[in-house]
Every structure is written in structure tokens, then in C-alpha cells.
């Protein structure tokens, strides 16, 4: 008897998640874009586009307890170089429970990591992020990529 409602305790779970999955890939299209600007170097451009309503924080979010995105590389050889741009309108707004303004991206944004790479045709890694819209934040989410160097 215990073993069955572990068992199903896991499948409601695992359920959930894959229903929190769905709808953040219903909110929100990642588009991932990598251009060599030197023989080693390269920016990767990372575009969001949202569904309307819905929000992304900006990596300069306003407070701790918000999920900025983060972008990680897979192979060891491909080093970023400084922070991530942003290029959009950038929203900051108060709100209420809040000392500081909040930053956030609505429509589209497109944040691009200038990075150091080997001899890869190809760079792979993870977004994580966390989208939000007037009502609720959905929990923060990975997105894997893999774009060719161009």
C-alpha cells in the first residue's frame, strides 16, 4: 500500500511539473542565434519573445527574491565575456510589497552574451528563467539550446 502512494504521489507530481512545463512553453518562444565575430569569439543572441500579458525579468530584475535569466554554457571551452546586454524596452515599475522598482521585458527582448569559444561549430547550454504575468510568476524553467556558429 505504501508503495502505491509513493507511486502515485510521483505521477501527480511529475504531472504538475510537466503542466508548469507546458505552460511556460505556451507563453514564451526562445530563439538562440550565434555569430562569430573573431576567429575564437562570438556573440550569442538569445531572443524572447512573449505572449501578451506575460513578462521576463530583466537580469537587473529590482529584487533578490526574483528570478532574472541566466544563461549556461555546456562546454567548458566556451567562456562568457562580461554580462549579457539587453536590448528592448526595458519596463521599471513600483509595486507594492517592494523597496525598489521592478525591471521586466513585455513583447519581445533580446539579451546577447559576447563569449570566448574553442574550435566548437556549435555552442550548447540552458536558459533559466522565470516568467511572469499580472497575476501569478510561473516556477523558473530551463530552456536548452544549440546554435551554430555562424
Not at 502512494?5 to 505521477?11: D, R, V
Not at 507530481?13 to 565575430?37: C, D, E, F
Not at 538569445?46 to 530583466?58: E, V
Not at 574550435?119 to 516556477?139: A, E
Request: hydrophobic share 40%.
Amino acid at each position: 500500500m505504501k508503495k502505491l502512494f509513493i507511486t502515485l504521489s510521483l505521477a501527480i507530481i511529475s504531472l504538475g511539473l510537466s503542466a508548469q512545463a507546458s505552460a511556460n512553453a505556451s507563453q514564451i518562444k526562445w530563439t538562440v542565434v550565434a555569430k562569430k565575430t573573431g576567429a575564437n569569439t562570438a556573440e550569442v543572441y538569445f531572443k524572447a519573445t512573449l505572449a501578451p500579458t506575460w513578462h521576463i525579468w530583466s537580469q537587473d530584475a529590482g529584487d533578490d527574491m526574483l528570478i532574472p535569466p541566466t544563461f549556461t554554457f555546456k562546454d567548458k571551452d566556451v567562456v562568457a565575456n562580461g554580462n549579457a546586454r539587453e536590448i528592448g524596452k526595458k519596463i521599471s515599475k513600483a509595486e507594492e510589497g517592494f523597496k525598489n522598482k521592478l525591471n521586466y521585458y513585455e513583447g519581445t527582448v533580446v539579451f546577447v552574451q559576447k563569449v570566448k569559444f574553442g574550435k566548437q561549430k556549435s555552442i550548447t547550454g540552458s536558459i533559466n528563467y522565470q516568467i511572469c504575468d499580472p497575476k501569478r510568476c510561473l516556477p523558473p524553467t530551463d530552456f536548452d539550446f544549440n546554435a551554430a556558429v555562424k
